[in-house]
C-alpha cells in the first residue's frame, strides 16, 4: 500500500511538472511574476484599445486581442495566401520599447512571421502601468490570415 501511493505520488508529481513546462513554451505571464504582467491584466494597455467598457474578463481577453491583431495587420504591407494560423508575443518595457518579439505559424511561414515582426516594431506603444506602476508587459494574438486586408 505504501509502495501504490509512492508511485502514484510521483506520477502526480511528473504530471504537473510536464504540465507547466508545455505552458512555458507560450511565454505568457498570466499573473505579475515580478517582472513581467500579462497585457489583459494591466491597468493601462500600452496600444490603443476600445476594450474599457468590458468588464467580462473573457470578453475583455478577446476585444484587446482583436485591437492589438487589428493594429498589426494594418501595418502588414503584402498579401498573403496563408492557410493557418499566426500567433505573436512580445513585450513592451517600461519605457515602451518592444522586446522578446515570438512568431509561431502552424504551417511554417516564414516571411509572414517577418513581416509580423516588422510590424510589431512599428507599433506606437506606450508604458504601461500595473496597480499604477509602470510595468513591463507581455502582449500576446492570433493573427488570422482570413482578415489580411494589406494597405496599399
Same mark, same amino acid.
Given at each position: 500500500m505504501k509502495l501504490k501511493l509512492i508511485y502514484l505520488t510521483f506520477i502526480i508529481g511528473f504530471l504537473n511538472i510536464s504540465i507547466v513546462h508545455?505552458?512555458?513554451d507560450l511565454k505568457l505571464a498570466k499573473? +505579475?511574476?515580478g517582472k513581467t504582467v500579462h497585457f489583459t491584466m &494591466?491597468?493601462? %494597455?500600452?496600444?490603443?484599445?476600445?476594450?474599457?467598457?468590458e468588464s467580462d474578463d473573457k470578453e475583455r481577453t478577446k476585444c484587446l486581442e482583436k485591437s492589438l491583431r487589428d493594429e498589426i495587420l494594418t501595418l502588414i504591407e +503584402?498579401?498573403?495566401?496563408?492557410s493557418g494560423e499566426m500567433y &505573436?508575443?512580445? %513585450?513592451?518595457?517600461?519605457?515602451?520599447?518592444?522586446?522578446?518579439i515570438a512568431t509561431k505559424g502552424f504551417p511554417s511561414a516564414p516571411d509572414f512571421e517577418k513581416d509580423i515582426k516588422k510590424a510589431v516594431m512599428e507599433l506606437k506603444l506606450t508604458k504601461s502601468t500595473y496597480r499604477n506602476r509602470k510595468a513591463n508587459v507581455r502582449c500576446y494574438t492570433r493573427v488570422l490570415?482570413?482578415?489580411?486586408?494589406?494597405k496599399k
Open positions: 508545455s505552458q512555458a499573473k +505579475k511574476n &494591466v491597468d493601462k %494597455t500600452p496600444f490603443e484599445n476600445d476594450c474599457d467598457g +503584402k498579401d498573403y495566401e496563408y &505573436v508575443w512580445f %513585450t513592451v518595457d517600461k519605457k515602451g520599447n518592444v522586446t522578446d490570415p482570413e482578415i489580411i486586408s494589406p
